[in-house]
């Protein structure tokens, strides 16, 4: 579990509640418990949010909660330093030994463009296969994305439509002094909890998929390069000052600490 999206979604909720203990003391709580807003504001969301997709989509999607509650654990130094070894293998026993070495890999998108390879796959159409995976990948994960954007949308719009429907039911009813504070609280409270939906829960897993996503992307494309520089029978310390210059640059020296650098 990544503890940093944990501490951020608790720390939001604790910043809401001091807030309204701080200038209402415990029993203020109860003030912004209000069902019908409730149920305005959430099942309204959700309705919109199974108009806009299929079921078998907003189920799926809904799934990125709990996967960006993970901490995947993308280590592109890893990664490099996986390819580099790979590439010492090659350069000192062939191709095909590589076969033996790709059953053995936890990555399954390192070990189809290593088998690609192996079978004696031209080079344009190994880059071809690979980038048509990663761009498709790249497509799924955004949509997984964007189910938490427009949740984050319709919140705050359903939050209004509440509004609406305090603030009418206000208006028609001034004459009875006893329904202007229920009605009222209908109305501050739907925008409140729309206003919640979107920035407290949606926006922040929104970004976090996000940047998995764009985590996850670089290391791709750091395999396809590996691979395609290793079939095209380059020098491992060529490929290894090439692969680093997907690193920032603190984080280049360590990749040569662990592998002693690339076979010269």
Not at 207 to 223: G, P, R
């Amino acid at each position: 579990m990544d503890i940093a999206t944990l501490i951020g979604l608790i720390l939001g909720a604790v910043m809401v509640v001091f807030g309204i203990i701080s200038s209402g003391g415990v029993a203020a709580l109860g003030n912004f418990y209000d069902l019908p807003s409730i149920i305005i504001t959430i099942g309204g969301s959700l309705s919109g949010l199974i108009g806009s997709y299929t079921l078998k989509e907003s189920i799926a999607y809904l799934k990125g909660f709990s996967y960006a509650m993970k901490d995947p654990k993308i280590d592109n130094g890893t990664t490099i330093s996986k390819i580099i070894e790979l590439s010492n293998v090659a350069r000192k026993e062939g191709l095909l030994a590589l076969e033996e070495v790709a059953q053995t890999l936890e990555d399954s998108f390192m070990q189809k463009g290593i088998l690609l390879i192996v079978d004696g796959t031209e080079p344009e159409l190994v880059r071809g296969i690979m980038e048509t995976e990663l761009i498709n990948m790249d497509e799924r994960h955004k949509a997984g994305a964007g189910f938490f954007d427009t949740w984050a949308t319709l919140g705050p719009a359903w939050g209004m439509i509440g509004t609406l429907v305090g603030l009418v039911n206000m208006l028609k009813k001034l004459d009875d002094a006893s329904s202007i504070g229920p009605n009222m609280a209908v109305a501050l409270l739907t925008t409140l909890y729309g206003s919640l939906i979107a920035n407290w829960l949606c926006t922040p897993i929104a970004n976090k998929l996000k940047n998995i996503n764009s985590k996850e992307y670089q290391m791709k494309e750091i395999v396809i390069e590996g691979l395609l520089s290793i079939q095209a029978g380059e020098n491992p310390r060529v490929i290894e000052e090439k692969l680093k210059s997907f690193l920032a640059p603190s984080e280049r020296k360590a990749i040569g600490a662990e592998e002693g650098g690339g076979e010269a």
